[in-house]
């Protein structure tokens, strides 16, 4: 896989045989393959490709222990990782999920409410609220869709706040202690 004009960004989501409580197969399975398609989809928007022609970006995901939001969390330090590298970004992207449990939304499901609840809506997004994934599985009324939309971007500025913090305090001593806003 080459592009002429820009570089290429592969995802590999990966988790461990033994990440989960019943052991999985080791390799990608479908649904291994799918979380990277759309992980790679969320983070491409905001990277400046066109910098690095006949390249390629490589992003891997290695999930050691799954208790819920693994896409979620692979998204976000993902895109720490990036930008951690100096590979050129537009900004960060964060990500969380929205969940319908017992008729009630909740922010950031756990593994319960992942597995038995009723809907599961991971966003990813960029500060400026540029949502670049959006997916769900089960069943949110109208309503519940807008709140729960509301609820994840309330999220992702959350935790886009932490990652910038995160990678502020990795960079201020290097830079005379100065904070870069």
Known sequence: ???????????????????????KRPGPDRRSIEV?????????PVIFQEYF?????????????????????????????LADAGIPMKSLVSACAVGKVDDT???????????YGQADMPVAMTPDGKITLL????????????????????GCLAISEMQKAALLEKYSGQIGGDAIE
């Open 135 to 154: 997916q769900m599985d089960g069943h949110l009324t109208r309503d519940e869709f807008k709140e729960g939309l509301e609820m994840a971007k309330s």
């Open 1 to 23: 896989m080459q592009k002429s004009t820009s570089a290429v960004v592969r995802y590999r989501y990966n988790m461990a045989s033994f990440s989960v409580e019943e052991r």
């Open 53 to 81: 022609p006949r390249s390629a970006i490589d992003i891997f995901v290695e999930v050691l222990q799954a208790d819920a939001g693994t896409r979620t969390a692979g998204i976000n330090a993902a895109s720490i990782a």
């Open 36 to 44: 990277s398609k759309v992980s790679r989809e969320a983070l491409e």
């Open 105 to 115: 939304l909740v922010l950031d499901l756990n593994k319960d409410e992942d597995n």
